[in-house]
């Protein structure tokens, strides 16, 4: 028997009216990007627009709520983009969409700021329960930043994650912890690294009481970053059931997988928009597929960030993953 919980990787699109007022407040240029230090007329859009955002969830009916991370211009590199100890260089391309973002370049040591527990503490006044953290997993982040100042990936790697482990320490208190690791399919890390990338997930998932949900996306894993991720001391693994459904059912097939999942299962990339009754669907596919395991909780998700959508067609997927059905599903 299996619970359902809806929720969304976070990372959502900006409200119209906000476009419009941190386009005039910020400028277009490299330099006129979130630094950690924005003014109060700015400050004060991106409250408002988080209020939005997370009454937009509760309104769907989504049973986690995330804090939107609509501050984060450098998508999953923002928590490092905004550090003292970091200096934003070059426009690169993200992954290989069509979304751009600072090069983030270390040049110190990485202690935790407090960047992100902050925009959670703001969250968590307007979240009635079910508040959910998300956080870039320490290898996509270490992945997407270059180190000038640790000078060994395997001690940037730790770096990284340490630094992430100080981060969620400050968190308030969360029900959920999304790590988002799309570089583990990407750029998969290879012999001995993905151990190292298992531990380095160790070390952040450990710093919480949080249930913690590793989603990796676009793919599948390789099947020894598979087995090694599911070394690490998460609750629930994520698979991409737009991307590769099919890989990713014969990695749970062959491997096995952790007593609680996340689905993407909501395309967070096209402006389709699927049923409550698809993404049940899907979740019952999912299940039938690998029979000898039995979850005890599915977290019916998207399967990237969402911040690619129109508002509209963004609100309306909320709706819908609010919309599936609670009670429990059997294999």
Not at 273 to 285: K, Q
């Amino acid at each position: 028997m299996t619970r359902v919980v809806s929720t969304t990787p976070g990372l959502y699109p900006l409200p119209d009216w906000a476009k419009d007022d941190l386009s005039d407040l910020k400028g277009h240029q490299k330099e006129n990007l979130v630094d950690g230090d924005e003014d109060p007329a700015t400050r004060d859009a991106y409250e408002r627009a988080r209020a939005e955002v997370i009454e937009r969830q509760q309104a769907a009916g989504l049973d986690r709520v995330v804090e939107g991370q609509l501050r984060w211009d450098d998508m999953l590199a923002h928590p490092l983009a905004v550090h003292d100890s970091v200096e934003t260089r070059g426009i690169v391309r993200y992954y290989d969409n069509n979304n751009f973002y600072r090069e983030p370049v270390v040049t110190g040591d990485l202690d935790a700021d407090g960047d992100v527990a902050a925009e959670l503490e703001a969250a968590a006044n307007l979240v009635d329960e079910g508040l959910q953290a998300v956080l870039p997993g320490p290898y996509s982040l270490a992945d997407l930043t270059t180190d000038e100042h640790y000078g060994d990936e395997a001690a940037f790697l730790d770096a990284v994650a340490e630094f992430l482990a100080g981060e969620v320490a400050a968190f308030p208190d969360v029900e959920t912890l999304f790590l988002l690791e799309p570089s583990l399919v990407e750029n998969a890390p290879g012999d001995g690294t993905d151990e190292r990338a298992s531990e380095a997930i160790d070390a952040v998932a450990t710093a919480t009481d949080a249930d913690v949900v590793l989603q990796p996306y676009w793919g599948a894993l390789e099947e020894k970053v598979h087995a090694h991720v599911l070394d690490a001391d998460v609750d629930a693994l994520g698979y991409d059931l737009v991307s590769d459904p099919d890989a990713n059912v014969y990695n749970v097939q062959e491997y096995g997988t952790k007593a609680d999942v996340a689905l993407g299962l909501v395309d967070g990339q096209n402006t389709l928009v699927e049923s409550a009754e698809t993404i049940t669907e899907r979740i019952d596919w999912f299940t039938e597929q690998v029979p000898a395991q039995d979850f005890e909780t599915v977290y019916a998700t998207a399967n990237t960030e969402l911040f690619y959508l129109p508002v509209n067609k963004f609100e309306a997927k909320l709706d819908a993953l609010g919309a599936v059905e609670r009670t429990e599903v059997t294999a």
